[in-house]
């Protein structure tokens, strides 16, 4: 628990001190950086399955995607997703007696589950500057995003273990319908003191209701986001996704809650504060 604690300080007394200094230039390499080695401990536990991706194409084109998403604008989106479809069935074609076609879905899974669902929170920071705000804000909002998510798995943790009783699932037994409750309302929280203290980079259409409506369904969608890591780490009989942070486990590990909440807040945000600005 001590080393937890430490480790947990750390990494984010390193978080907000990079973006402090560096903007958005440091977010964009944060996010590139977990994005890789989420993907890595996947096609890991993928192996561990039976599954065989080719995980240097895949890790390849994820890390362009995630730089490219950023730097290049929502066109490299679509760009390189074909990109690596194209080039996972060019190697695939090679050596299909082999069995390497086996390895497509497995790759292609890996390669849109964490890089391309994590690149809609640089969708959310391009969102914000078309709508004429300044990247200060943009790098706020991403961060809130971010916050919600990984407050309901800190949430859930300790109001589960204060008062769970009641299992939420059987793919995360440690994890109760207490803790889950306690967690949505512990980000939510979080993140309404958040819109309360920063109203200086906040979009102008952001305000509390607008917070609240948002709030909540990205609480609940980063509950299913961290279940369906546990069950990919429960099918290839790992407690951790790895053990790069120690008294956290892995980057996955680290990261999971994020995957899903990323792509519902591009479009709440998108749908609740802009469009209804």
């Avoid at 590139?32 to 991706?53: N, R, V």
């Amino acid at each position: 628990m001590k080393t937890r604690i430490i480790t947990s300080i750390a990494l984010w007394v390193s978080v907000i001190l990079s973006l402090a200094i560096f903007r958005a230039h440091a977010g964009v390499f944060i996010l590139a950086f977990i994005a890789y080695f989420a993907q890595l401990e996947l096609y890991q536990m993928f192996e561990k399955s039976g599954s065989k991706p080719m995980k240097q194409v895949g890790l390849i084109c994820g890390a362009l995607l995630m730089l490219g998403s950023f730097y290049l604008g929502d066109i490299s989106n679509d760009l390189f997703l074909i990109a690596c479809l194209l080039i996972t069935l060019f190697v695939t074609s090679l050596d299909i007696k082999n069995g390497n076609f086996n390895k497509l879905l497995p790759t292609l899974f890996g390669f849109i589950y964490i890089p391309y669902l994590l690149q809609f929170i640089f969708k959310i920071y391009h969102l914000n500057l078309q709508q004429g705000h300044s990247t200060d804000s943009g790098v706020f909002l991403c961060f809130w995003v971010v916050i919600i998510a990984i407050n309901t798995d800190i949430g859930g943790y300790i109001f589960g273990k204060l008062f769970g009783k009641n299992k939420l699932s059987i793919i995360s037994p440690k994890k109760t319908i207490e803790g889950a409750i306690g967690g949505i309302a512990f980000a939510t929280f979080v993140g309404l003191i958040l819109v309360l203290s920063f109203t200086h980079l906040l979009p102008t259409e952001l305000n509390l209701w607008k917070a609240l409506i948002i709030l909540i369904p990205l609480s609940i969608v980063s509950i299913a986001s961290d279940l369906i890591e546990s069950a990919f780490k429960r099918h290839a009989g790992q407690k951790d996704s790895g053990n790069l942070i120690p008294g956290l486990g892995g980057i996955f590990d680290l990261s999971d809650s994020i995957i899903l909440t990323a792509p519902l807040a591009y479009l709440l945000i998108k749908f609740f504060i802009f469009r209804y600005g």
